[in-house]
């Protein structure tokens, strides 16, 4: 075995299809869970995987360790014999080490150091050590071969070589702590401004086949806007031969560099990308491709629907949270900026939410883009308002106990109705 497939073969595996679940207040593991224990009964296998950021955890007041205790307590509790993880999500060298011993998956997260240069010297010994990047590339299932000249990869190489050495730092630093064969990477660089082309992706694949990274996932940036909460924005057809494309990419940069054969996209969804499931579900077939799939905020939106549902105290304190965001809307929305769009002139006075009725309160904020209530402006501030349910503290949190019922139907209902059947099923 040459030294570079040696080293790769040394990492936990992820299964074909996953799909990334965020729970902001630990409280719907169960719920969530039980959304892949009904799709894998029709056929529809996805392995959780439960995700928390260094930012949320920061937020909410958590540590990484209590994203472990509850995903085994909801493994226990519904006797889930498939494998299932725990994702450090967007983690860096300074944010990783408290993540280390509960994690079983780390998303390194490199976008910040995208186009910031590598050394020069590592630029030109990145281009000289892979001729086979220039020139013209027959990719199968890509129409027309890419055509990529010596300049164009040292200025791809310029661009990403610096995020790749870095990951490859932290992955390092996460192996002497853990030791290789203990878990999943994944390297994102979806939270920077451009879209990574398909050539680009070769590119970076190479890099971190160089690196020795046993990538399983890897999470572009996509072309269109992935807004935090509510569908896809963007030309679906041109998304739609990207993600093709990419597809293709990876196929033949597996073989061609002996990265992981389960190596796989994982989309960053934002949550809730409805109009783009269809086009991926098929791209997935033609290939015969798993993915990861992440969400977060949208377990967050179901707790509050599920609260207005439940109505007295449990409509009354999701009223509060919109009285309290409406009047921070610049403040909340202030970190989010560029994944959100919301319409000010869309967003109803707090005093006229304070008399809905349950009814009301759910119509607008459930993602359901066939009801005329439906407010997707009001639906994005809701979704970064989490903050606020978190300084309620135990009062928030007993309601999500107190009713946990009618909430956890709306959990399980949108993960497995609104994402897992559309994406592995179809409609
Ligand atoms: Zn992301």
Redesign the pocket.
């Known amino acids: 075995m040459t030294g570079i497939n040696y080293f790769m073969s040394k990492y936990l595996t992820l299964g074909k299809f996953s799909f990334g679940m965020g729970d902001r207040f630990a409280h719907q593991g169960k719920a969530q869970l039980q959304a892949c224990v009904k799709a894998t009964a029709l056929g529809a296998e996805f392995i959780p995987v439960w995700n928390k950021s260094n930012r949320e955890h920061t937020f909410i007041g958590t540590e990484p360790s209590s994203l472990r205790a509850e995903a085994d307590a909801a493994v226990k509790a519904l006797g889930w014999k498939k494998s299932y993880h725990v994702d450090a999500?967007?983690i860096r060298l300074e944010t990783v080490d408290r993540f280390i011993a509960p994690s079983d998956f780390f998303?390194i997260?490199v976008a910040d150091s995208i186009a910031k240069p590598a050394a020069a010297a590592d630029v030109k010994a990145f281009v000289d050590r892979h001729p086979e990047l220039t020139g013209k590339i027959s990719i199968p299932h890509i129409d027309r071969p890419f055509e990529i000249t010596r300049a164009e990869v040292e200025r791809v190489a310029n661009k990403f070589l610096l995020a790749v050495q870095d990951a490859g730092k932290i992955y390092q630093h996460i192996v002497k702590a853990k030791g290789a064969a203990n878990f999943i990477t994944e390297v994102?660089m979806?939270?920077t401004d451009s879209p990574q082309t398909p050539p680009e992706l070769l590119i970076i694949l190479a890099a971190i086949a160089d690196e020795k990274i046993p990538i399983q996932t890897i999470?572009p940036k996509f072309t269109g806007r992935f807004n935090k909460g509510v569908d896809y924005v963007g030309d679906v057809k041109q998304f739609e031969q990207e993600f093709n494309e990419d597809l293709a990419v990876i196929a033949f940069a597996i073989k061609k560099y002996g990265l992981p054969p389960s190596l796989k996209l994982s989309v960053?969804s934002g949550s809730d990308k409805f109009s783009i499931y269809e086009p991926m579900r098929k791209a997935l077939k033609k290939f015969g491709a798993g993915v990861h799939i992440?969400t977060a905020g949208t377990t967050w939106l179901e707790e509050l629907i599920g609260l207005a549902e439940a109505g007295g105290d449990g409509l009354e304190i999701a009223k509060e949270i919109y009285a309290y965001a409406i009047e921070h809307v610049d403040e909340f929305c202030a970190p989010y900026a560029s994944v959100i769009d919301i319409d000010k002139t869309k967003l109803p006075p707090a005093s006229v939410v304070n008399g809905w009725s349950s009814r009301q309160f759910t119509d607008a904020l459930r993602h359901d883009q066939k009801n005329p209530a439906f407010n997707s402006s009001f639906r994005q501030l809701l979704h970064v308002s989490f903050k606020v349910a978190a300084k309620k503290g135990d009062r928030y949190l007993n309601a999500l106990k107190k009713h946990e019922a009618i909430i956890a139907k709306n959990v399980t209902e949108n993960l497995f109705e609104r994402h897992m059947k559309p994406l592995l099923l179809g409609q």
Do not use: M
């Open positions: 999500d967007h998303t997260d994102s979806d939270e999470a960053h992440k």
